[in-house]
């Protein structure tokens, strides 16, 4: 099982603050995603990452590949109290679809 | 918008007792999983699906469980003898070809 290690675990800032979070392996993914749970509900896709070194923009949000496709990131730009939530993410191997998740990063944003 | 349907939304069942968890994924969809995340862990991979027949399986994907397609739409998991340690939130998914997973709601299954 190839392990993906998110840090940081839990992340509290303030409205309006910028923050970064990490997605690391040791293993090389053919994709990676990211993922936004809310507690209850299942994984809501944020963004599929392939190429290495590839970044993905979604509004506020900025994904980055690592160019050895083996690390991530997520960049909040002036995060809202509406970004609260559960980041994971998700690797998938050339031997598969079954994808591999991280333990995620649990974000607080308050007003 | 298209999703992944599960039912029921929460399962409460006897140690010992069979359950089945039923999931409809989007229609055009040709693979399909099951996820499990047991409380304050991470989402687990199980086994996926396509067709007709297991193409991945996690060592927790022991004889105890069992996945099938039915009808052409709905896709279910079975655990023959539930334990306590199976409870947990079950997640399904499906997906294209181009095998980005969309997820359903899950379903919670508590074993007492």
């Known amino acids: 099982t190839q392990l993906l290690e998110q840090s940081p675990q839990f992340l509290s800032i303030q409205e309006g603050e910028n923050l970064t979070v990490y997605c690391n392996s040791s293993?090389?993914?053919?994709?990676l995603q990211w993922y936004r749970q809310e507690p209850g509900e299942g994984p809501v896709l944020l963004v599929t990452?392939?190429?290495?070194?590839e970044v993905k923009k979604l509004k506020r949000l900025t994904f980055q590949f690592g160019d050895a496709r083996k690390d991530s990131s997520l960049h909040i730009t002036a995060a809202q109290p509406g970004d609260t939530g559960l980041y994971l993410c998700?690797?998938?191997?050339?031997?598969?679809?079954?994808?591999?998740f991280g333990k995620g990063t649990s974000l607080l944003v308050t007003p | 918008e298209p999703e992944v349907t599960q039912t029921p939304s929460h399962q409460v069942t006897q140690m010992g007792q069979e359950v089945i968890l039923r999931c409809v994924p989007i229609?055009?969809?040709?693979?399909f999983y099951w996820y499990r995340q047991i409380l304050g862990q991470k989402v687990e991979f199980l086994v996926s699906?396509?067709?007709?027949?297991?193409?991945?399986k996690s060592e927790i994907f022991d004889d105890q469980f069992s996945v099938e397609r039915p009808d052409g739409s709905n896709f279910t998991l079975k655990i023959r003898s539930t334990k306590l340690e199976d409870s947990a939130m079950y997640f399904c998914?499906?997906?294209?070809?181009?095998?980005?997973?969309?997820f359903g709601q899950g379903t919670r299954l508590t074993v007492v």
């Open positions: 990452v392939v190429t290495g070194g």
């Open positions: 998914a499906s997906t294209l070809t181009d095998g980005i997973p969309f």
């Open positions: 699906f396509y067709n007709n027949e297991i193409s991945e």
């Open positions: 998700a690797g998938a191997t050339n031997s598969g679809y079954a994808l591999n």
């Open positions: 229609s055009n969809h040709l693979y």
């Open positions: 293993s090389v993914f053919s994709s």
